[in-house]
């Protein structure tokens, strides 16, 4: 049987983040992968392929630091994605032939040949581009449920 801790007085017990309140923290504790939304709401204005979306969001889930890119063998990710190693080849140097992913071939310390390492630098530069666009799209929307919800005699012109 699991004994709880009081808080301790004058503190306030931790917050559940949305994210753990919404999956439960069995599988919250497990851990989580930042999927920018702009990623996911310009898809199709990236070119992405929904495999190539997923390569993608696989190679974020190993990405846990930025000064260290995702470096998963390929097949981790053909065995995650259930996909063939030629599908994943392809998509790969479609990815890096768009300027999403870099590949950098590691090598151990004996000289063998690793993993890719996988920087997604031209991913989040192009991320950055977009994020004004969708900047202006929030300032727009929040603007026109501004004019529906006020009162007609009430607006003000801006």
Do not use: C, W
């Amino acid at each position: 049987m699991a004994i709880k801790s009081k808080p301790r007085a004058g503190k306030k017990p931790p917050t559940k983040s949305s994210t753990e309140m919404i999956f439960g923290p069995e599988v919250y504790g497990h851990g989580y992968t930042g999927v920018p939304n702009i990623m996911v709401r310009a898809q199709a204005r990236l070119g992405l392929a929904p495999v190539q979306f997923n390569i993608l969001v696989q190679l974020l889930s190993y990405y846990y630091d930025p000064a260290k890119p995702p470096f998963p063998t390929k097949r981790e990710l053909r065995n995650r994605m259930k996909i063939a190693d030629s599908t994943l080849k392809k998509h790969l140097k479609e990815l890096e032939t768009a300027g999403l992913i870099d590949r950098v071939q590691r090598v151990t310390a004996e000289g063998d040949y690793g993993s890719n390492v996988y920087r997604l630098d031209g991913l989040i530069r192009k991320l950055r581009q977009l994020a004004p666009e969708f900047d202006q799209e929030r300032e727009d929307r929040v603007e026109r449920k501004r004019i529906v919800e006020t009162p007609k005699g009430r607006r003000s012109v801006r």
